[in-house]
């Protein structure tokens, strides 16, 4: 069983900045893409932004420039540094990573975490 434990949400004023964390723990026997998402109250589930095993990141349109995703393949840890945050950044932020669980198989889960509240507002 894998979990995804994220933190660091919580309320800032436009123009702050929060870090948000995930740490992903249990039978793990290798982790390739994590990323984070949001949802906003009455939207859809939405990609922010994503980083391959090797590094290679995406980011949505909305926050490029703005945010910035890393990992920590030792920690079995991936970050997102958030600045100049906008009321339109409030949501709930959820970790995703595509974990494989089993020493014997190759196939790779797609693992959620419980998400953490973001909060702009002055």
């Known amino acids: 069983q894998v979990q995804l434990v994220e933190s660091g949400g919580g309320l800032v004023q436009p123009g702050g900045s929060l870090r948000l964390s995930c740490a992903a723990s249990g039978s793990i026997f290798g982790i390739n893409a994590m990323g984070w998402y949001r949802q906003a109250p009455g939207k859809q589930r939405e990609l922010v932004a994503s980083?391959?095993?090797?590094?290679?990141?995406n980011y949505a349109d909305a926050v490029k420039g703005r945010f910035t995703i890393s990992r920590d393949n030792a920690k079995n840890t991936v970050y997102l540094q958030m600045n100049s945050l906008k009321p339109e950044d409030t949501a709930v932020y959820y970790c995703n990573a595509d974990v494989r669980t089993s020493v014997v198989s190759f196939r790779y889960y797609a693992t959620w975490g419980q998400g953490t509240q973001v909060t702009v507002s002055s």
């Open positions: 980083i391959a095993s090797g590094g290679s990141t």
